[in-house]
């Protein structure tokens, strides 16, 4: 199958995964939108929605879906967002579309992180993906500087700013081996806001898209 046939029968298994009148988290990304077009054909009626991006608030609204400021929400029934790469553990690099911060914000208000991709984002170790950074503008360089002391090759995403205001450096080069203490490590660095490590906020569930259809892992 080809990867966008992939991504459209991952989006639609992942709609069966959301409990009637819920409100849920929704990420961002290739992946994320053809699950938001089949929750707009599946006619499944949502509480609402906290969304990670401007780009996901204006897909959500324009299917209908009530979109939700974090802040009067308590927590969400589960959040669903794809990756660019994870590992056995479900830890996961995020970020490739440069909504790792709020991703990561929502991902931590939900009871349950559904995780969809295809088969070629599954890995044994993270890294290969560069990892993405997201910087207070001031600090660019210093933290650029912290993360070539740590072995990495960090690149300025060029002519990119988050929905923060920031900027992102995506770290060529790293071999995540402990996804939890490198998430940690790096939120350290002053001046980062946050990576694209998810392990703090690593999926529950796996629906992951083969050759062979959708198969779904769920984390033990």
Not at 45 to 66: C, D, H, N, Y
Not at 74 to 83: H, K, M
Not at 102 to 119: G, L, N, T
Not at 128 to 146: G, H, K, T
């Amino acid at each position: 199958m080809d990867p966008n046939t992939l991504k459209q029968l991952v989006g639609e298994a992942a709609v069966q995964e959301i409990p009637d009148g819920a409100v849920i988290g929704v990420g961002t990304g290739s992946t994320v939108n053809c699950f938001i077009d089949a929750l707009g054909r599946s006619g499944k009626k949502l509480a609402g929605a906290v969304s990670s991006s401007e780009a996901t608030t204006a897909r959500l609204e324009a299917i209908g879906v009530s979109v939700l400021d974090a802040n009067t929400v308590e927590s969400l029934a589960l959040y669903i967002d794809g990756a660019d790469e994870i590992d056995p553990n479900f830890c996961m690099i995020k970020g490739g579309g440069g909504a790792l911060t709020r991703e990561k914000i929502v991902a931590a208000m939900s009871e349950r992180f559904v995780c969809i991709c295809d088969a070629t984002k599954r890995v044994t170790v993270l890294g290969r993906f560069p990892l993405p950074v997201e910087v207070i503008p001031m600090a660019r360089e210093y933290v650029a500087r912290q993360l070539r002391a740590l072995g990495g090759d960090p690149k300025l995403r060029a002519g990119f700013t988050t929905d923060n205001g920031n900027q992102i450096l995506d770290v060529h080069g790293l071999t995540i081996d402990d996804p939890l203490a490198w998430e940690r490590r790096l939120n350290d660095i002053p001046g980062v806001v946050t990576n694209g490590i998810f392990a703090m906020q690593a999926a529950h569930v796996l629906l992951l898209g083969t050759p062979n259809g959708v198969e779904r892992f769920v984390r033990q």
